[in-house]
């Protein structure tokens, strides 16, 4: 069974940084590509960024360019999110993902396992 942990997340102001982890057992982490969401209150959880299986691969919301960085390190089945430039609006709990599919770059439909979430809260 897939088992996903984040950590990291608290309170910053606007400017700051904010590393989330992710670690994940269950299953062979290097054969998948790994997934961040958000979701804000009173809104629909959104996609953030997502990491090929390889690092290889990465691709991020146009909201969060050039600020977040998606990495991973498959020796340690950890996924991270370094966020830089924190705004208000990235105030969410962000939910590290796992799909069910081995495909490079998943589409978010695919996104089959979900961590606790961990809440970012970023104040002005």
């Known amino acids: 069974q897939v088992r996903l942990v984040e950590s990291g997340g608290g309170l910053a102001q606007a400017g700051d940084s904010l590393r989330l982890s992710c670690a994940a057992s269950?299953?062979?982490?290097?054969?998948?590509?790994m997934g961040w969401f958000r979701q804000a209150p009173g809104k629909e959880r959104e996609f953030v960024a997502a990491?090929?299986?390889?690092?290889?691969?990465?691709y991020y919301v146009d909201s969060v360019k050039g600020r977040f960085t998606i990495s991973r390190d498959n020796a340690k089945n950890t996924v991270y999110l370094q966020m830089n430039g924190l705004k208000p609006e990235d105030t969410a709990v962000y939910y590290c993902?796992?799909?069910?599919?081995?495909?490079?770059?998943?589409?978010?439909?695919?996104?089959?396992?979900w961590g606790q979430g961990t809440q970012v809260t970023v104040s002005s």
């Open positions: 990491i090929s299986r390889s690092g290889g691969n990465i």
């Open positions: 269950g299953r062979t982490f290097s054969r998948y590509a």
């Open positions: 993902a796992a799909p069910s599919t081995t495909a490079i770059m998943p589409m978010s439909y695919e996104y089959a396992y």
